[in-house]
Antibody, heavy 119, light 110 residues
Framework: QVQLQESGPGLVKPSETLSLTCAVF?????????WAWIRQSPERGLEWVGT???????FYTPTLKTRVIISLDASKNQFSLNLSSVTAADTALYYC????????????WGQGTPVTVSS | QSALTQPPSASGSPGQSVTISCTGT?????????VSWYQQHPGKAPRLMIY???KRPSGVPARFSGSKSGNTASLTVSGLRPEDEADYYC??????????FGPGTRVTVL
């Protein structure tokens, strides 16, 4: 059974960098499919943040492209999200997920981790 | 602002059918057969119900079906059950390796 588990600080100060990690269990991230970060807030609903392929190729949503980096660590079977220069608008529940059709169709999700941007 | 539009709510009685629409443009829904639908219960992560317009992942009941016509995709839930009460989100590939979500529709089972 594939399982994903997000971890990271729940509180980040404005202008700092949000860093989250998603540990994957039951499936090797090198084996195939893609790995994504998706966030959810009452104001913005569900928002695709970006996707990384096992090769390391990444794609990001245009509105966050200048601030986001997704990377993967195959040795730990995990991938990470770094979002720089955060503001209150980045406050959301952050999910990691597996994509089965490139940047689309996410079949396994983590439980989500809440992140608040506040001083 | 979402690039896709969905009605904020829909409802039906147990046993009835409910259809949710998701309207985009020729740059997303109309241009590709990569529409997905997700079900989300309160406090839970979204669950993939439909992908590639009309494909069901393993474990999703056949009561859930998807279709597309032009720039509008639809999710139909037949034989409504109390456990179908949830928020439903559509998403679509929008070209240039970008994925967009709809704002969601709350389905109520009367």
């Amino acid at each position: 059974q594939v399982q994903l588990q997000e971890s990271g600080p729940g509180l980040v100060k404005p202008s700092e960098t949000l860093s989250l990690t998603c540990a994957v269990f039951g499936y090797s991230i090198n084996r195939g499919f893609t790995w994504a970060w998706i966030r959810q807030s009452p104001e913005r609903g569900l928002e695709w943040v970006g996707t990384i392929y096992p090769s390391g190729t990444t794609f990001y949503t245009p509105t966050l492209k200048t601030r986001v980096i997704i990377s993967l660590d195959a040795s730990k079977n995990q991938f990470s999200l770094n979002l720089s220069s955060v503001t209150a608008a980045d406050t959301a529940l952050y999910y990691c997920a597996r994509g089965i059709r490139g940047v689309a169709a996410f079949d396994y999700w983590g439980q989500g981790t809440p992140v608040t941007v506040s001083s | 602002q979402s690039a896709l539009t969905q009605p904020p709510s829909a409802s039906g009685s147990p046993g009835q059918s409910v259809t949710i629409s998701c309207t985009g443009t020729s740059s997303d829904i109309g241009g590709y057969n990569f529409v997905s639908w997700y079900q989300q219960h309160p406090g839970k992560a979204p669950r993939l119900m439909i992908y590639e317009v009309d494909k069901r992942p393993s474990g999703v009941p056949a009561r859930f079906s998807g279709s597309k016509s032009g720039n509008t995709a639809s999710l139909t839930v037949s034989g409504l059950r109390p456990e179908d009460e949830a928020d439903y989100y559509c998403s679509s590939y929008a070209g240039s390796n970008i994925e967009v979500f709809g704002p969601g529709t709350r389905v109520t089972v009367l």
